[in-house]
């Protein structure tokens, strides 16, 4: 079990260990994604999967600011969010390998990636989905008057576009519901630039009829990520109704392994590999002195190993049983 | 005994849900002062108060998104959706999400939600808004689908579904709200999954539910006048579907006219048909298994028109004496 | 290419009745295999194809009436044109198929289209479905057909009793049967009332047999110089041979009736009366040498006169056994048209009516038929006293073209002292 410990939200300037925590989680994302694309030039992964390769500051930074109570529902290429959420990699891993022991029991896959027992409502396939149920578990948060709890979706640019990302907005901002709004700008709605699908880029701009407030941030600097998240939960989760963020970033992955990358130039995609979000955290954490090359070498090699381990056990595990096919369909 | 109309049962059903469960609440468009568009919530504003009958805006998808949501984390919601036909704005949410976010996600959570909707035509609302849509609905596996025809079964269906822990369709019937039935004073609930034998019969079994059972049970008075004694099967749930109880009438009566005012092209009653042709039933038939449903057409405005579109009580009729 | 036609399958048959083709149009058939079935003044039977190729036509549907020798159909290679002459019984026309919901669908031109539930009936009830008659819209069998036809055969009736039934359309289910185990008789539909509506005349449909037999009737009465005379003959000696020889019933392997008595009689009889065993013919008179002794036997589809052939040559034992198995064939319609021809003198026996004499009618050619009445205990002067014998009533019917009352006369006379001294002639 892959270590999560989230340090508290109030304290924005972030602690040591909320860094390692950060780090940590940043590299078994990467790791991850990594071994999934890997496994599945090599036949071993069923059906389609979206890697969040470039993405992990998002991720990791949103969720580390967030509490364990909190609802969060990820997007499809989530893997990095799951991660952060606390779901177990073994689990993970099996899941995207179809077996048994997967998370959703290998019933769900990569897509459908979740963990309710603790709040990540995972992933959705159909696009706009998860911001209406989002925004519904944030009625149970308010209906519950629950304190000190709130609803997270995260939802990408293209997503934006979904007439029900609109409606969820106008939902949870006329009954002020404790919904936060995470928009993962990676410029793409598959292979559709951004500047082709709304006249203005500036997604935060969104938030204004609903009377939200709203931040547009760099989603490839994890600090920033998380100081945002932190100070947006906190708004939210004072009863002030909804808030927008957008984080944005860049997918160095393509958008599915059957993407052949031929919407955007070598160019591009090279420039961005230098915005690294995790280069850029090397890079600050060495800097400033909070841990050496060889500590942060140590972590990565670890979070490396962790995801080698996770990918024996999930070699290791049975596919379901024909019998279980009917099973979950009916509570 | 007390005597109440359709809508008042489900009103009442609503009521006393809500009293036992905190977790109850109610969601749509104009059910609060309004009391909803065919006045089915009356009342319950005042009982209840703005925090658990609460109006949304026109936004289908919203609302019906937000009841998986609720639903999935802990509460109980009803909503109610003022025409059946505007489930196809929000149909997402009643294919791809209520009935499948339990599978995929490997049985960790269930989606305990009601959706209350108006059905049917009759009303002269016309194309876009007197559709039966229940034949798409069954196709869904994680939902339940629900189509009761008088108060009494209105009643005990919709407590039945409430405390139900899955997605439940419940397809009200437009021109049955101001009909009348005796409920009894003391409590009661029907199980899902359970046809009624509305009337008894030798001859034939008309299968059937919603505004048709009426109609048929009608048709069966003038039939027994001519000696002619059909039987009328309330399915009442279509899924899920009492299978048993069909088969056991048909093999009683040896011959099947499912009756209902959905288009008969792709609807029900073909399932019902292939569930009778596939069954011990099959080597009772004495004529071949016919349905009787609306014509393929849009639903037209003209009330003639309209009216000739679905089945009547005479056309009922015709098809009895035809398989005899 | 061949005709098929109505064979002639007797001496004096004149019509036959194709009951039914075994066979369809388009099927091959092979020289002398079965390829209808035909019933005859006599029997029914099957008739055989006269030659090998496809049935190319039909003529004739199931159930007519042709004369003897009349063309029915044609066998040939497949495709040939058969004469334009002949008139083809039509096809029957391909079921049309439904059009528009929710009209009922047509049963298709294959036979034997029934709903479910009636092929479930018919299978436990083991009817063939084609043997019942179906009444839905569309030419299917359904189950109240089937149940239908369960009924009618259960219904224990003589065939001519259905036929009445059928033809007067009343339910047999519906008739109480007075025959032998209940069993309906063409007298218990006609007396029930049900078969006639309103003052309407029953209509009793003509069995083959029964126009056989009226014809025959006719015939003969037409044809000779027919006269009857009668005796009373005390039996009461014959009665107490009778039961004694019953007592041994085991020994002889027979049981030996008066019916067989007095057939022995008759032909004993005929050795000294060889004019009784003759026919009359324009030219000459023919006296055969061999008595094919005929019985007349009734049977719930008819008359019939069932023949043992060379009846002088057998013993009591042998004519009785001769006689039982022909009566026995007789009822169960298993004659065949040797068993009913080359009759050259009947017995016919009313014993078991309260008849004493009576005026059979002679069949042709035959000169001479015995008719025996009743045995009635009766005072009778025996021995120059008056006491109870057993009397018998003996009728002869003969054709005064063969031979006179005076002969007529001794044949009387030798049968009475026969009767009357049994012993007489049993050692002939």
Redesign the interface.
Known sequence: MSSTKKPSAEAVVPSKELMATLWRNMNLARCFEERVQWLFSKGLVHGTTHLGIGEEATGSGTIAALKPQD?VFGTHRGHGQAIAKGIDVNHMMAEILARST????G??GSM?I????IHY??A???L??S???????????H??KEQDRI?VVFFGDGTSNE??TW??M??AS??QLPVLFVCVNNTYGMSTPIADVMRDTDISKRAYPFDMPSKSIDGNNVLEVYKTIAEARAYVSGGNGPMLVVENTYRISGHSKSDGNLYRTKEEIAAWKEKCPIKAFRKYLVENGIFTEVELDAAAQDASDTISAAEAYAKSCPEPSIDDLL????? | MKELTYAQAINEAMCEEMERDANV?MMGEDIAEYCGAFGVSRGMLEKFGK?RI?N??I?E???????????????R?IVELMFSDFMCVCF??LV??APKM???????????MVMRTAAGAGTGAAAQHSQSLEACLTHF??L?VVIPSTPYDAKGLLKTAIRD??PVMFLEQKTLYRTKGMIPEEEYTIPLGVADVKREGSDLSIITYGRMVQMSLQAADKLAEDGIHVEVVDLRSLLPLDRESIIRSVKKTHRALIVHEAVQFGGFGGEVAGQIADSEAFYYLDAPIRRLGALSCPIPFNPNLERETFPTVEKIITQVKSLL | MVEVFMPKAGMDMKEGTLIRWLKNVGDPVQLDEPIMEIETDKITMEAEAPGTGILLAKLVEDGTTVPVLQTIGYIGKEGEKIPDTASVIPDTPTASEATNAPAAPAAPAAPLAATPYAKKLAQEAGIDLADIVPSGTAGEILARDVEAASARKSAKATSLARKVAEVNDVDLTSITGTGFRGKIRKDDVLGSGAAAPAGEPVRIPLTPIRAAIARNMYNSQHSMAQTSDSVEIDVTDLMRLRRSLLSHQERLGTRITINDLLSYAAVKMIQTHPLANASYTDTEILSYPYVNLSMAVATDYGLTSPVVHHADRMSLVELSQALRKIVIKARERKLTMDDQSGATFTITNMGIFPVDNFNPILPSPQSCIIGFGRCVDKPAVYQDEICIRTMMVLSVTYDHRVFDGGEVGHIMQTMKEYIESPELFLVL
């Not at chain 1, 997967?102 to 029991?105: E, F, I, Q, R, T």
């Not at chain 1, 911001?131 to 948060?141: N, R, S, Y």
């Open positions: 609802y997967g998370v959703c029991k019933k769900g459908h979740a963990d309710p027992d409502f995972g959705d396939g159909i706009g989905a911001a209406v149920m989002c925004v519904g578990t944030a009625l149970a948060i209906k519950r609803s007439g029900a409606e969820a106008n939902l006329i009954w099973s979950d369909v009916y509570a | 609440f925090d609460m949304t805006p936004a998808q919203s609302y019906v998104g937000a009841a998986i949501g609720a639903a999935m984390a802990g509460m919601p997402d949410e791809n999400e339990r599978f995929m996600f490997g049985g960790k959570v269930k989606v305990p596996p994680g339940k822990d899955n």
